[in-house]
């Protein structure tokens, strides 16, 4: 998964919290494959040392012994310890709350000069001074909050946990400090001024002017204290709707007898006295509407396991309410347009017709799936019609039906060692950008496990540009939920920052990587942390990756290559720090490039045998995964209205109720019709931290099947393909709208300004899904 959650309401940190052949079927473009691997040589890219690294890169992966010998070298008695991700303060815990205490001098300094800035020649620094500031608080805060979730040593956790805190609540005094708006706002009413602002600069001061705005920056002081007031309330019911839902009935209770097709061993661990006690929630609850035979048990399952707790739905209607009234304070009608200002979409009403377009163009393949459930159930005798508990139960036996006549799906993991994947990866990014991964030894204190491999991503011509750290491997304690985490942003340093910093007797060099470029000026780089969970290899084998953890990786360094290859001199708008519903589409596009034949003979290969990997496989496989796709994108559909929904003037009407809401959408957007007394809402977590954005994945996958189509499907390789979208997309990150890299990437002028019809134009493309 992206740590792709929404811009805040912060006008300082905007993302603290948290990618020639002609087209011909795949059976036939997969014949020549094992040739062009055969033919492809990492030495013929721009590096002598290409080969070496990348043989180095897939043993550190796959050989432990390899790894040892390669770690060992930085790692000896006599080596110097370092910081984590060489930072200098953070050698210790106590190194956590003296890199916040040094920022906070840092920033507090930098408060003052933009206070006072009155002149053109102090005025025209705002916007860039204003960045820098919100890059030392994102430099503690985003490092923080990494370390403070990831860390397995407590006492280093608790004291990331600390920095952040002192950070977070500096962030927020500076976001009612009137001041620093005013400031800007003379910047930007100054013509002279603003005809000196380069255009990221532009960009930067309009997204850090809304963001003041949209945090009531403008109100009266009682009406501030009571944004305060209704923002701490939001803060506190959000969590406590993610973290404490719950059903109305956490068990049912059912003779083993009714249990036919469960397993049985799953049976026996929940069995007393010949009763089984069935938990409405998680794994078993899952299992049992998959597996079990007795239609009345599925039903009286779905129905509890879709019916959430009264206290759980209270705390979603009042957090809704909360944001209803927070919107009005701030002359809004409804949250979804605050939420949506800064977004591709714009407007509430864009949103909808994209989600309709996309709902008409996805129908009737969903409508047929269902039917082919239907038939399976009236083909097994059954004499009910098809129920809302019959979907996961039939797809089941659909599965297992394709399973029973296809090869076993471990061969196909043979074929993807981590290290050869992830060597994959650094061919395809050297095929489409001229960019790869050089293995780095890391210093002791470097990294917070000793699994953490270091990758230096090098440029065929700008050289270093970026420090991925790969946690990949699972370990007890750890999260096992896939992240991209940008621990650090890049951005260009001023010389003149150096000159302040030497003045104030302080240093702007906190340790981490800085370079710089062949043009001279100077960067730091961004620092990138990867954390999966894959399951660790033994000493007679490498780590196996299934088909879906290849996507699960790709899907991770989609969100990385926007990091690595972003060119913005300011951090606010680096690499994935851009509106919400266009940071998925590097990543989803990465997920194209995963199942794409060409790109496979890259690096597939039996680790045992090395023999390139039958695509007959792959093809299987997708079929697999593509069954009941439609039906899966339609929920989704609804959700993503519900949001909408939920988000709208609705929450302030005295009569609202979410349950109600909940009914009327599936009664008017559902395959079937809505099963009466369920209120699902409750379980719905996404509703707080993507609230009125729900439909921004859908948004962005049918945007990077269109991508792919148009620029990538008839020869995923080609260079040139590549620098196109590198250029349109990936090296503006957050500085150039959304629209206008999607009208370039496309060669579509009329897309740039975007409006509800290219959003329709985009649901549209939703039948291009796959």
């Known amino acids: 998964m992206y740590r792709a959650v929404p811009r805040s309401w912060t006008a300082l940190c905007a993302r603290c919290w948290r990618e020639q052949l002609h087209r011909r079927p795949f059976a036939t473009a997969v014949e020549s494959l094992p040739n062009k691997l055969a033919a492809y040589s990492p030495a013929l890219h721009a590096a002598p040392n290409a080969g070496r690294e990348d043989k180095t890169l897939r043993d550190i992966f796959d050989n432990p012994d390899v790894w040892h010998e390669f770690s060992a070298k930085a790692q000896s008695p006599t080596s110097q310890r370092t910081g984590l991700f060489q930072n200098k303060d953070l050698t210790s815990p106590q190194g956590f709350e003296a890199y916040a205490n040094r920022t906070l001098k840092k920033a507090q300094r930098l408060v003052d000069k933009i206070l006072r800035a009155q002149t053109p020649e102090e005025l025209v620094r705002v916007v860039k001074d204003l960045d820098r500031l919100s890059d030392l608080l994102c430099r503690v805060i985003d490092m923080s909050d990494f370390v403070r979730s990831t860390h397995p040593d407590r006492k280093i956790g608790s004291a990331a946990h600390d920095a952040f805190r002192i950070m977070y609540e500096y962030m927020n005094v500076l976001n009612t400090t009137t001041g620093l708006y005013d400031s800007l706002k003379r910047a930007l009413e100054h013509p002279e001024v603003v005809a000196m602002f380069s255009v990221e600069e532009q960009a930067v001061a309009i997204i850090l002017y809304k963001d003041f705005e949209k945090s009531g920056i403008n109100l009266p002081s009682a009406a501030r204290r009571k944004f305060v007031e209704l923002s701490n309330t939001i803060a506190e019911l959000g969590p406590r709707f993610v973290n404490e839902m719950a059903p109305e009935k956490f068990h049912l209770h059912f003779d083993s007898s009714r249990l036919r097709g469960m397993d049985?061993?799953?049976?026996?661990?929940?069995?007393?006295?010949?009763?089984?006690?069935?938990?409405?929630?998680?794994?078993?609850?899952?299992?049992?509407?998959?597996?079990?035979?007795?239609?009345?048990?599925?039903?009286?399952?779905?129905?509890?396991?879709?019916?959430?707790?009264?206290?759980?739905?209270?705390?979603?209607?009042?957090?809704?309410?909360?944001?209803?009234?927070?919107?009005?304070?701030?002359?809004?009608?409804?949250?979804?347009?605050?939420?949506?200002?800064?977004?591709?979409?714009?407007?509430?009403?864009?949103?909808?017709?994209?989600?309709?377009?996309?709902?008409?163009?996805?129908?009737?393949?969903?409508?047929?799936?269902?039917?082919?459930?239907?038939?399976?159930?009236?083909?097994?005798?059954?004499?009910?019609?098809?129920?809302?508990?019959?979907?996961?139960?039939?797809?089941?036996?659909?599965?297992?039906?394709?399973?029973?006549?296809?090869?076993?799906?471990?061969?196909?993991?043979?074929?993807?060692?981590?290290?050869?994947?992830?060597?994959?990866?650094?061919?395809?990014?050297?095929?489409?950008?001229?960019?790869?991964?050089?293995?780095?030894?890391?210093?002791?204190?470097?990294?917070?496990?000793?699994?953490?491999?270091?990758?230096?991503?090098?440029?065929?011509?700008?050289?270093?540009?970026?420090?991925?750290?790969?946690?990949?491997?699972?370990?007890?304690?750890?999260?096992?939920?896939?992240?991209?985490?940008?621990?650090?942003?890049?951005?260009?340093?001023?010389?003149?920052?150096?000159?302040?910093?030497?003045?104030?007797?302080?240093?702007?060099?906190?340790?981490?990587?800085?370079?710089?470029?062949?043009?001279?000026?100077?960067?730091?780089?961004?620092?990138?942390?990867?954390?999966?969970?894959?399951?660790?290899?033994?000493?007679?084998?490498?780590?196996?990756?299934?088909?879906?953890?290849?996507?699960?990786?790709?899907?991770?360094?989609?969100?990385?290559?926007?990091?690595?290859?972003?060119?913005?001199?300011?951090?606010?708008?680096?690499?994935?720090?851009?509106?919400?519903?266009?940071?998925?589409?590097?990543?989803?596009?990465?997920?194209?490039?995963?199942?794409?034949?060409?790109?496979?003979?890259?690096?597939?290969?039996?680790?045992?045998?090395?023999?390139?990997?039958?695509?007959?496989?792959?093809?299987?496989?997708?079929?697999?995964?593509?069954?009941?796709?439609?039906?899966?994108?339609?929920?989704?559909?609804?959700?993503?209205?519900?949001?909408?929904?939920?988000?709208?003037?609705?929450?302030?009407?005295?009569?609202?109720?979410?349950?109600?809401?909940?009914?009327?959408?599936?009664?008017?957007?559902?395959?079937?019709?809505?099963?009466?007394?369920?209120?699902?809402?409750?379980?719905?977590?996404?509703?707080?931290?993507?609230?009125?954005t729900y439909y921004a994945y859908l948004f962005d996958r049918a945007i990077a099947a269109k991508v792919w189509k148009d620029v990538f499907e008839r020869d995923p390789l080609r260079r040139d393909s590549g620098e196109r979208y590198k250029e349109e997309v990936l090296r503006w990150g957050g500085g150039r709208s959304g629209w206008k890299c999607l009208a370039g990437v496309l060669g579509r002028a009329e897309l740039e300004e975007g409006g509800e019809k290219a959003m329709r134009e985009v649901g549209e493309w939703g039948s291009e899904l796959k």
């Open 264 to 692: 049985p061993m799953v049976v026996r661990q929940l069995t007393r006295g010949g009763w089984v006690t069935l938990p409405t929630m998680g794994m078993p609850a899952n299992h049992a509407l998959r597996s079990v035979e007795d239609e009345a048990v599925r039903r009286e399952l779905y129905l509890a396991s879709h019916t959430s707790s009264t206290k759980q739905i209270r705390v979603l209607e009042e957090l809704l309410k909360q944001r209803a009234e927070l919107a009005r304070l701030v002359g809004r009608e409804t949250y979804a347009e605050v939420a949506l200002s800064d977004k591709m979409a714009s407007t509430p009403e864009a949103v909808i017709t994209f989600l309709s377009a996309l709902a008409v163009a996805n129908r009737p393949t969903a409508v047929a799936e269902l039917k082919a459930l239907s038939l399976l159930k009236q083909q097994s005798g059954a004499s009910l019609p098809f129920q809302p508990w019959d979907k996961d139960f039939y797809t089941a036996r659909l599965m297992h039906v394709m399973r029973s006549r296809r090869r076993n799906s471990d061969i196909l993991s043979s074929y993807f060692s981590l290290g050869t994947v992830m060597q994959g990866l650094s061919r395809l990014f050297s095929r489409l950008y001229g960019v790869r991964f050089v293995p780095r030894e890391t210093n002791p204190g470097e990294t917070w496990n000793a699994d953490v491999r270091r990758l230096d991503v090098v440029d065929e011509t700008d050289g270093h540009i970026a420090v991925v750290y790969c946690d990949l491997f699972e370990r007890e304690g750890k999260n096992p939920n896939p992240a991209h985490f940008t621990v650090r942003c890049s951005r260009k340093i001023e010389d003149e920052e150096y000159l302040e910093e030497a003045l104030e007797g302080e240093r702007e060099d906190d340790g981490m990587a800085s370079v710089r470029r062949p043009d001279g000026s100077l960067y730091q780089l961004p620092t990138i942390a990867l954390i999966c969970d894959f399951s660790r290899g033994n000493p007679d084998r490498p780590t196996l990756l299934s088909f879906r953890d290849v996507q699960t990786l790709f899907h991770e360094m989609g969100h990385a290559v926007h990091s690595m290859l972003g060119r913005t001199a300011l951090q606010n708008i680096a690499g994935t720090r851009c509106a919400t519903d266009w940071a998925e589409l590097p990543s989803v596009l990465m997920e194209h490039f995963a199942k794409s034949p060409e790109v496979l003979a890259l690096f597939a290969r039996h680790w045992e045998t090395d023999e390139p990997l039958p695509m007959k496989l792959v093809t299987e496989r997708m079929q697999q995964e593509s069954l009941m796709e439609a039906t899966e994108t339609h929920a989704q559909i609804i959700l993503s209205l519900l949001d909408q929904r939920y988000h709208s003037e609705l929450s302030l009407t005295g009569a609202f109720s979410s349950t109600d809401v909940y009914q009327d959408v599936e009664r008017q957007y559902g395959l079937m019709p809505p099963v009466h007394g369920t209120s699902w809402q409750g379980f719905f977590g996404h509703l707080f931290g993507y609230g009125a």
